[in-house]
């Protein structure tokens, strides 16, 4: 077990422990944990989305628009082609509009991918632009309206629970995580988005194709968006054109309190699955205390984003002078 790993398990437990006590009914109902359950799942899987693009160096500041692009494409197909039909026949129309949601956000992170390693625009410019871009396209289709009323055997993927403690969506997202995880840190692809990372015109040296790796990373990115966006309008039974955009900055947060290094080249996906329950333990504590609204909410985000920023760069900074130290002893 790596520090930062252990650092996220101690957060975890002592917000878990005082949240507990100070808030045992309301807390620890199951009502409450099925409700954070629901809730994690979709900017839990954007903030892995985020993470990717930044261990290969760069920043996907679009993966919201590419959720919400995603779900709508995947709604209007629904809505227009399921909801007429029903049995095998509507499951199937069901399967091919949750496909074509995710071939979306692939379309979506290859253009990403397209932007930043052919032509060569900084991540956070190439993305910024994105995120107009797809939210734009969102609101041509939409007409800036709602898509809503979608098949009923659709909507019950984000209404099953399993067991009565697990929500099928968390199960759904344990498993993505699952895979990525896997995909990212035991790989040979993982270990080549991790040398570019850390150190772009080096790994080219070493035979490996940039471009190809970069393009993956990015469509990776946005097909994790594009199943957050699928799971969000399964649970809410509706899609629009700007929905979630205050979590922009709530996935960059947890992707750096998870341990991915915005500079690139470090960080584990698990790192970021321990940060999304930190931060939703923190949500709904603070849900249960009226007074605080929402905007002293988004001052909590932006100071703990700005904290963690600076508690990584004073442990790099240790962490660089002990590797000195010992390179210098010998």
Known sequence: MDGNTLRLLIIMFTLLGIASITKPDSFLSLANFLSMEKQLVEY?????????AMIAGGIDL??????????????????????AV??????IFIILGILLGLLTGVICGLFNGFLIAKLRIPAMLATLGTMQLFMGLSIIITKGGIV?????????????????????????????VAIVSYYIGRTKYGMQLYLLGTNEKASKFTGIKNNKIIMRAYMLSGVIAASAGILSLARINSAKADFGSSFVMLTIL????????????????YGIFLATIIVQLMSSY?????????????????TALIVVLIVNFVL??????????ITSQQ
């Open 254 to 269: 947890i992707a750096v309190l998870g341990g991915i290094n915005p500079s690139g080249g470090k960080g584990k996906i």
């Open 44 to 52: 839990g899987l954007l903030a892995i989305g985020v993470g990717i």
């Open 62 to 83: 679009s993966v919201v628009y590419i959720a919400n692009l995603s779900a709508i494409v995947a709604g209007i197909f629904m809505q227009s082609y399921a909801t």
């Open 148 to 176: 809503s009323g979608l098949p009923q055997p659709f909507t019950e993927l984000g209404r099953t629970n399993v067991f009565q403690i697990f929500t099928l969506s968390f199960i759904v997202y344990l498993v993505i």
């Open 86 to 91: 029903t049995g095998t026949e509507q499951i």
């Open 286 to 302: 603070l849900n249960m205390f009226p007074n605080i609204s929402n905007f002293y909410r988004d001052m909590i985000w932006g």
């Open 316 to 325: 790099n900074k240790k962490s660089e002078a002990r590797l000195m130290r």
